[in-house]
């Protein structure tokens, strides 16, 4: 096994145990609304037959987009995700079937779903690129893959990039008991006010889904930033058409809707 193999393995394996050990429960009712009536995903879904269609969902977390689909009436859906624990704590209220995978390998045969989304998880796994192209592998040609990264010329950039190594050294000291009562009230307070300001209505977060949040904005193993530029071009090297592009999460992140290249269908003489 080469050395960037090992690599690759003994990220996958940090960041699988960091979500079972802080799984991603993000699933307030409000939030999930917000993203059907103002994200792609939502548009994505919405634009699907009211029969027949296939989803996945990669990096499903808290299987927000599961419960999209059942609410908008649109298809069947499968939810992946690397963490055994979340897929664990999402199945107490999602009755889709749930995939323990990792989106650089899925075990799904190629062209398998008419929509294909995978929301803020690529830049998290050891190689995004890697990542796209597998979603782009298991759409079908005609489908459609809506894909979220972070974005590097975004305000959380630097917010990640200095304060991530900070409250990963803090984390190393004093531990995570003091680190809940010190440093994680501040994110909090400022979670319930993005959320505020974005859904224009006071939403409140459990503590313990806002510090699994915390960990997920500032403790996660690996994380890679990106530009639409980048993303175009992978896109365009799978054979992918960016029919939009969009900032969302309160500017955290870019979004994409792409196309797939459908079947080209060769007509030829018959033979005489």
Avoid at 97 to 112: F, K, T, Y
Avoid at 191 to 205: G, H, S
Wanted: hydrophobic residues 40%.
């Amino acid at each position: 096994m080469s050395k960037s193999d090992d690599d690759i393995l003994k990220t996958r394996g940090r960041t699988q145990a960091h979500y079972d050990k802080y799984p991603y429960r993000f699933d307030q009712r409000a939030i999930v609304a917000e993203k059907m009536e103002n994200r792609l995903m939502g548009a994505a879904i919405l634009e699907l037959p009211s029969h027949g269609a296939t989803i996945f969902d990669v990096g499903c977390g808290a299987c927000r987009v599961a419960e999209m689909v059942r609410s908008a009436g649109k298809g069947s859906v499968i939810s992946f995700d690397i963490s055994l624990q979340t897929l664990r704590d999402a199945t107490t209220h999602n009755p889709s079937p749930v995939l323990n995978a990792d989106n650089m390998h899925l075990p799904i045969r190629s062209d398998a779903a008419d929509l294909v989304i995978s929301n803020g998880v690529i830049m998290i796994t050891p190689d995004a690129r890697a990542s796209f192209g597998e979603l782009a592998r298991v759409t079908k040609p005609g489908g459609t893959l809506v894909v979220s990264v972070y974005d590097r010329r975004s305000w959380y950039y630097p917010v990640y990039r200095f304060g991530g190594p900070v409250v990963r050294w803090l984390r190393d000291v004093i531990g995570d008991g003091r680190l809940r009562w010190t440093v994680f009230p501040l994110f909090h307070i400022a979670l319930l006010a993005v959320l505020a300001i974005l859904l224009r209505k006071p939403v409140w977060v459990p503590f313990e889904i806002s510090w699994n949040q915390f960990h997920d904005q500032f403790t996660t193993p690996h994380c890679t930033f990106h530009t639409v530029e980048e993303i175009l071009s992978w896109g365009e090297s799978e054979g992918l058409h960016c029919e939009e592009n969009r900032s969302e999460a309160a500017k955290q992140l870019i979004s994409f809707h792409f196309r797939k290249a459908p079947v080209k269908i060769t007509r030829t003489r018959a033979c005489r």
